[in-house]
């Protein structure tokens, strides 16, 4: 699976967009772009996923450019809640027999 | 309900011992898994078990087993506790026809 760099930490006010970037410039074709997030050392949980195009859910948005080497999540309205580790995975199948390889993720902090 | 459970929340014991981590999931997913989160915060596949065929991370140690008594069970046993193998372990599964990861609320192991 393709490796994946995200900023370390990111800050963002209260009821502002959150836009979290993740760089997987050695993607295939058939991998898909993941997002978990892990709330205080919580089991990690699923956000959403995408192939090549653009994906949204009831709360969250994933922008995948037309090269697929890099991909932003978007929290439109972020609340404290949003406060964790937001990390974003490459698999071909969301872990398969080899499981998922995290890496060290995005901590987002959502100020007051 | 919860749908992937771990038994206990927390353990703490000394060195040399042997314990055991229990998981059980009511999805009715084909694949389990056991990750390791450690005090850094990394968190890396340890194993995975679908259909009774186990996929090893070669970095493991023999001393950690995991076993299946059935398809909705993947227990973990660890021989010899040793200090570093203090850290926080989850379950998690997957369907076949699914392409996210159920997570437990993980196993906090503190060995003294």
């Known amino acids: 699976d393709a490796k994946t760099t995200q900023p370390t930490s990111m800050d963002c006010a209260e009821g502002r967009a959150a836009n979290l970037p993740c760089n997987h410039s050695t993607i295939s074709g058939n991998e898909y772009v993941y997002w978990y997030r892990q709330i205080h050392s919580q089991g990690p949980q699923y956000i959403i996923h995408?192939?090549?195009n653009n994906e949204t859910n009831e709360m969250y948005s994933l922008i995948i450019t037309e090269d697929i080497k890099s991909s932003t999540l978007i929290l439109p309205h972020a609340t404290l809640r949003d406060s964790a580790v937001y990390y974003c995975?490459?698999?071909?199948?969301?872990?398969?027999?080899?499981?998922?390889?995290f890496g060290k993720g995005t901590h987002l902090i959502i100020q007051p | 309900d919860t749908a992937v459970s771990q038994t206990p929340k927390y353990l703490v014991t000394q060195m040399g011992n042997d314990k055991s981590i229990k998981c059980e999931q009511n999805?009715?997913?084909?694949?389990m898994y056991w990750y390791k989160q450690d005090s850094k915060k990394f968190l890396k596949i340890m194993f995975s078990y679908n259909n009774k065929e186990l996929i090893i991370n070669e970095t493991v140690p023999n001393r950690f087993s995991p076993k299946s008594p059935d398809k909705a069970h993947l227990n973990l046993h660890i021989n010899s506790l040793e200090l570093g193998d203090s850290a926080v372990y989850f379950c998690?599964?997957?369907?076949?026809?699914?392409?996210?990861?159920?997570f437990g609320p993980g196993t906090r192991l503190l060995v003294l």
């Open positions: 995408g192939l090549k």
């Open positions: 998690a599964s997957i369907s076949g026809g699914q392409e996210t990861q159920y």
């Open positions: 999805l009715g997913h084909d694949t």
């Open positions: 995975i490459v698999s071909r199948s969301g872990g398969g027999a080899d499981g998922l390889t």
